[in-house]
Every structure is written in C-alpha cells, then in structure tokens.
C-alpha cells in the first residue's frame, strides 16, 4: 500500500517526464530524403527538382519533370550526445559519452509524367527517429533507459500544370511508426515506471503545395505536410498516443544569369506547438508499475514551434560534375522541460555535396554534414524525490549516397 501510495503521489510528475522523453524522441525530425538535399543543407529543396527525391519537399515540382525519373539512396546518421557534469540527489556521478547511436535511413523516388499537364509518383522514406541507450547501471536510470523510435512515410502524390508559371501538387502520405520505451524505478532492479516494447502501428496524412516559374532560372515553392496524430500498441497491448507536427516550407532557386552559379534557400516551420500531450492506455501492471494506479494517463507539457533557416548555393563546373554546400541553422523545439534520453538544442548545419553524371540519363549524388549543437543545462525532477541536474550536448555527422536516373 505505500508503494500504491507512492505511485500515486509522483503520478502526475511521472506522466510529465515520460511524456516528454516520449515527445521529445518522436519529434526528433530528420532530413533524409536525398543526398542531394543533404549537401545544400536542404536549401531551397521544395523547388530545385534536380531529381525526383523533390516529391518529397513539395508534390508540385513532379510538374517540373518531362521524364520518367527515378532517385534511390540512403543516409547515415550517426549522433555523438554527451550528459556531463551531472549530479544525482546531489552527488556527483560519471559522464557519459556514449548514448547516441548510428542508424541507416532508406530513400526511395519515382515521379511519371503522364503528359504535359499531369504527373503522378510514389515514394518512401524516414522523417522522424531517433535512439538513446543508457548503460542498465546508470545511477539515474529513470531518466535514461532506452528510447528508440523511428518512422516510415511511404507516399502517392499528383501534380497539375495550370499554365507556363503555376502548378499545384498534392499527396497522401501513409505512416508506420515503431517505438521503444524502458524507465527503470529508482533504487530496483525489477521493478519499471514503464516498458513498452517495439510498439507500432499506422496513420494517414496529407501534402499540398504550388510552384511559381518566374523562368527558367528563378522559381518559387510552397509546401504544407498535415501530420496525424499517431498510435501504437505493443505486444501487451499498451498504447502510445501522441500527435505529430505539421510542416510548411517556402523555398526559392535563382541561378544567376550567364553563369554556372545558383543561389537557393529555405525557410520551414515545423509545428510542434501541437504536441500538447502524450497519451498511455491499458498500461500492463506486469510491465509498468503506473498501472497500479489507472489504465490511462494523458498530462499537459510545454514545447515549442521550430524553425529551419538555409541557404545554399550550387556550382554546375561542367557536364560532368556539380558542386554544393549550404548552411542551416534549425531551432529547438524544446523549451522550458529538456530532458537526457533525448537532448535538444538549436543545431547548425554545415554541408557540402557533390554530383557526378555518369552518362545523360543517370548520375550519383553524395552529401556530408555535420550538425553542430549547444550545451543545454537540464534539470530533471518529475521522479520523486530523485532529481537529475546535467549539460547535455547532441552533435551528428550524416552521410548520403544516392542514384538518379531519366528513362
């Protein structure tokens, strides 16, 4: 009965702190579309359609295409976080450097023109994800653990020509997301506040957008992504429901006039103001000892909207090879609540790519960056009476290979 009443004392801080691990993980956006995209820093990619990984950015520039075109490839992305100088219930412990991980995130694009009004294209690949894993013996294990989720968006999308300046574009975008979440109980080796383990499931959104031709060398895009919120439900039948943000990117391409130069450049939203709770159902009293109170938890949570600012420029150096690189800087979504499992901050982005044509159909692409982020000071105190103060730092080197090709 003291552990009951326990449990239901720190409920509510529970719910908070889980939550925002939770949140924090599933809105860890990833760039990974293309190659191309990645060494320009993604500048002005919701307009540029040098390849058919474009759909992804912004439906309406499958107008841009008089191909069949086809881009596949993958990323690598590799996250060095680091929690130092870190006190527990006012003791000094370890610092860890060693609870990012890499992963691989898959591409895959095709546009098909149908005329020269219509085309329609299909496509898959990675927009959120993210892995944290903290040694079992971590002395605060109920704010480290395990988070690991990732999602997949495969896509159909349409686009329409009205005349020589304007086209619009739509699409559905259908999600499959998986998730993994392990809290441990302060001071027990048996018990967890919470496992929820491989947890997935599915959901539906939307795209839209427009393209404005001013000529062949300036152009303008506008792009919407509506994100679902989303459910999933592990083995035991626990559930994880939380919404995903929605998107909106402008973009603008001008390749300067008699020269092999172009300049380019985004800016995107990312609405993560909408992420106002996270929802557990039908918890598992064998898995999680917040069962013992109620089947359903939702709680209230502050995060922010964030924003992607890019400018890139390209360099056509002869038929064979194209060179880019660009720069981002990309707000936190986080703001007054952080948290260890899954650091944020405002990050840069320093990229730099290449283009090699192979023949006049088909060429290879391949990006670098490596994204610089900020030392954050966290304090974590949602496990009563147990409270975590620590500075938190996430950096990453992506990697990206991709081949393009026109039939």
Excluded: C
Aim: net charge negative; no cysteine; glycine share 8%.
């Amino acid at each position: 009965m003291k552990k009951t009443r326990l449990f239901k004392k720190t409920l509510v801080a529970l719910t908070v702190g889980l939550a925002t691990q939770q949140a924090a993980a599933a809105g860890f956006q990833l760039n990974a579309q293309s190659a191309t995209g990645l060494g320009r820093a993604f500048a002005g990619d919701a307009v540029i359609a040098d390849n058919a990984s474009a759909m992804a950015r912004n439906p309406a520039t499958m107008a841009l295409f008089d191909k069949t075109s086809l881009s596949l490839g993958f990323e690598t992305i590799t996250t060095k976080i680091d929690v130092k100088d870190a006190t527990y219930n006012g003791s000094s412990i370890d610092d860890v450097d060693n609870v990012g991980s890499t992963s691989v995130a898959p591409n895959i694009h095709l546009i098909v023109p149908v005329n020269d009004k219509f085309a329609w294209g299909v496509d898959a690949y990675t927009n959120f994800g993210t892995k944290t894993e903290f040694s079992d013996d971590y002395p605060a294990a109920q704010y480290g653990g395990l988070t690991d989720v990732k999602s997949f968006n495969f896509g159909l999308a349409g686009s329409y020509r009205l005349n020589e300046a304007w086209s619009l574009g739509a699409g559905i975008d259908v999600i499959y997301g998986q998730g993994t979440m392990k809290r441990a109980y302060p001071g027990s080796s048996t018990l967890n506040l919470i496992d929820v383990d491989k947890a997935d499931g599915w959901a539906v959104g939307y795209n839209v957008g427009t393209v404005y031709e001013v000529n062949e060398n300036n152009r303008f895009g506008l792009a919407y992504h509506h994100s679902p919120e989303f459910k999933a439900k592990d083995d035991y039948g626990q559930e994880i429901t939380l919404p995903l943000p929605d998107i909106a990117e402008f973009s603008g391409y001008h390749r300067i006039k008699d020269t092999r130069f172009a300049v380019h450049y985004s800016v995107q939203w990312i609405g993560w103001n909408s992420f106002d709770k996270i929802d557990f159902d039908n918890l598992d009293s064998s898995k999680s000892v917040l069962a013992l109170s109620s089947t359903s938890y939702d709680k209230q949570y502050k995060w922010q909207n964030g924003w992607h600012y890019a400018i890139g420029g390209t360099f056509y150096l002869n038929k064979t090879w194209t060179l880019r690189a660009g720069y981002m800087y990309d707000t936190s979504a986080q703001d007054s609540v952080t948290s260890i499992s899954v650091p944020d901050s405002d990050r840069q982005w320093f990229s730099t790519g290449v283009t090699y044509q192979i023949d006049d159909k088909s060429n290879v692409d391949f990006g670098f960056t490596y994204l610089l982020g900020k030392d954050v000071k966290v304090n974590e105190n949602s496990v009563s009476p147990t409270v975590l103060n620590a500075t938190t730092r996430a950096d990453a080197i992506l990697l990206g290979l991709q081949y393009s090709r026109t039939f």
